[in-house]
């Protein structure tokens, strides 16, 4: 199993920058995809980021594309998210997920952390 604690969430404004880690537990870290993704208000769950086992695979939104960049360490079992030019739209609680392989619907995803809130104004 592995359980996840994701933080660095805040409030920012538009075009600031932070950087999200999803600390995980267990000892098989780097046998699961892990991915992001991301839920406002009213809104239905959306995929944001995902990252291979080794790292060596990444996808994202087209919307975050360019902007945000997922990444991981699997010694520190860690996984990032640096979201870069910030936008109000942004504004949602960030959720990392683990998974068996890189995807972007999130029912594949057998994991799920808490959340954290990330806010930007205008």
């Known amino acids: 199993q592995v359980q996840l604690v994701e933080s660095g969430g805040g409030l920012v404004q538009a075009g600031d920058s932070l950087r999200l880690s999803c600390a995980a537990s267990g000892r098989t870290f780097s046998s699961y995809a892990m991915g992001w993704f991301r839920q406002a208000p009213g809104k239905e769950r959306e995929f944001v980021a995902a990252i291979s086992g080794s790292g060596g695979n990444t996808y994202y939104a087209d919307s975050v594309k360019g902007r945000f960049t997922i990444s991981r360490d699997n010694a520190k079992n860690t996984v990032y998210l640096q979201m870069n030019s910030l936008k109000p739209e942004d504004t949602a609680v960030y959720y990392c997920?683990?998974?068996?392989?890189?995807?972007?619907?999130?029912?594949?995803?057998?994991?799920w952390g808490q959340g954290t809130q990330v806010t930007v104004s205008s």
């Open positions: 997920a683990a998974g068996p392989r890189l995807e972007v619907v999130f029912v594949w995803y057998d994991y």
